[in-house]
């Protein structure tokens, strides 16, 4: 099966893990389409209701502390558009890199901040972010192997699978403070690393020399190693951080980065990857043929109109999510638990919308979960986020992603939580 027809239709061979939802069935008729999970936490979250349903998240009580997404009003809101005057030129077929001023102007964002040089050749718009990692994985060469820490979005691993590449696990636990060494992103023989930065679940981030480290074997042997960066959540982390700050010429690499406007500045769902030009010419050709091109032009114009205030807001997004960070670190070490917030380093680190903890003794995050669902409260237990899949013996059990991202600082509670650990 070729690797676009794996992308529209699955794989022939179906992943059999712990947490698989059963198939569906809606009639007598047996469907040709071949069953597809749920992106990321979607089935997971279904076949493990038991702890993490419970209470309304909706109300003005309840608290979505599982969240994977940020709301925008955080020092964001004032640069987000407010109309777009458009025309019948606007609902033209879009072009299948992109709007050439769109990919300009993404161009340009990265050589302004990060000193890259990229034309807008280097650069092709694509729906969404996670449409964009599906492209690229999918269109990988076969020999290639893409090596992928335990501890990521689990996003990844349902990716992978689906796409049928070759992959394997690197190790990233509380020995290794979440933080695997870069060359173990490489491995032996024609390998591509695969990793979000800043991290999502654990907030660490790749910063300074340890980033250049982690790209330099890439850099050294284009030919061999790869790199595929998640960036999406760049302007979590203070202050903002790109591989591509690190990179001479990317069109002689096989480094690519992935990103979107959606993270800070909340709209429309369209997303970029930037890459060498015989990159994003494969990636442009599988926009054309099989997806129909990408977002419709408007969709582009209110993108353009986003990164115009993601300029304004490379300060505002990381000072006031960074202070969301402070805040509820100090409640967390007010109940005990072990919180670092700075550097690279440590169960909760300085990037993302989210803190990376351990409970105590040995209490677990479904148990903690379970004991909150009268309060509408709940979190995201760390083995959900262990791509090795270890089911019941993962070390992550009693680990978990504490989101603040859809709360202002005034919306905080830690009622529900105090009584959760006490075991009220």
């Not at 709301?71 to 558009?81: F, K």
């Not at 030919?223 to 903002?240: A, Q, R, T, W």
């Not at 997004?317 to 700075?342: C, D, H, M, N, W």
Request: proline share 5%.
């Amino acid at each position: 099966m070729s690797s676009l027809r794996r992308v529209l239709l699955g794989g022939p061979h179906r992943r059999q893990g712990a947490f698989r939802l059963a198939p569906r069935c809606f009639s007598a008729v047996t469907p040709f389409l071949q069953r597809t999970e749920p992106a990321g936490l979607g089935d997971r979250i279904a076949a493990v209701q038991s702890f993490l349903s419970g209470g309304s998240m909706q109300g003005a009580d309840s608290y979505p502390w599982n969240t994977g997404f940020p709301s925008s009003i955080q020092g964001a809101d004032a640069w987000e558009p407010q109309s777009l005057d458009v025309d019948w030129k606007d609902l033209k077929e879009p072009k299948q890199f992109g709007m050439p001023a769109l990919r300009a102007q993404i161009a340009n964002y990265y050589n302004d901040f990060y000193g890259a040089k990229l034309d807008p050749e280097n650069v092709i718009v694509l729906d969404t972010h996670n449409h964009a990692l599906v492209a690229v994985t999918a269109f990988l060469e076969s020999d290639l192997e893409v090596r992928v820490a335990s501890t990521e979005t689990p996003a990844y691993l349902d990716m992978l699978f689906d796409v049928e590449t070759e992959f394997s696990i690197v190790h990233s636990g509380a020995d290794n403070e979440f933080l695997p060494q870069g060359s173990e992103y490489y491995g032996e023989g024609r390998t591509v690393g695969l990793l979000s930065n800043p991290c999502n679940p654990t907030g660490v981030t790749r910063t300074g020399d340890n980033l250049k480290s982690l790209l330099q074997p890439a850099l050294a042997n284009p030919n061999e190693k790869g790199l595929i960066v998640d960036e999406v959540n760049e302007l979590f982390h203070e202050p903002p951080v790109s591989a591509l700050a690190y990179i001479e010429d990317i069109n002689k690499t096989n480094v690519i980065i992935v990103s979107a406007p959606t993270k800070g500045l909340e709209g429309n769902r369209v997303a970029w990857v930037i890459a060498s030009k015989d990159n994003i010419e494969t990636l442009g050709n599988f926009s054309k043929f099989g997806v129909g091109g990408i977002k419709s032009t408007l969709n582009q114009q209110y993108a353009m109109q986003l990164l115009q205030g993601r300029h304004l807001a490379r300060e505002a997004i990381p000072k006031a999510y960074a202070a969301q960070r402070a805040l509820y670190a100090s409640e967390f070490q007010k109940l005990g638990l072990k919180v670092k917030t700075g550097g690279a380093a440590g169960f909760a680190g300085a990037g993302g919308f989210f803190h990376w903890l351990k409970l105590p003794g040995d209490l677990s995050a479904s148990e903690l979960n379970s004991r909150m669902q009268k309060s509408g409260a709940k979190v995201l237990p760390g083995f959900l986020c262990d791509l090795s899949r270890e089911g019941d013996q993962s070390d992550l059990h009693s680990y978990f992603r504490f989101s603040f991202g859809r709360l202002t600082p005034e919306e905080y509670n830690f009622k529900a939580f105090r009584a959760a650990l006490r075991g009220d």
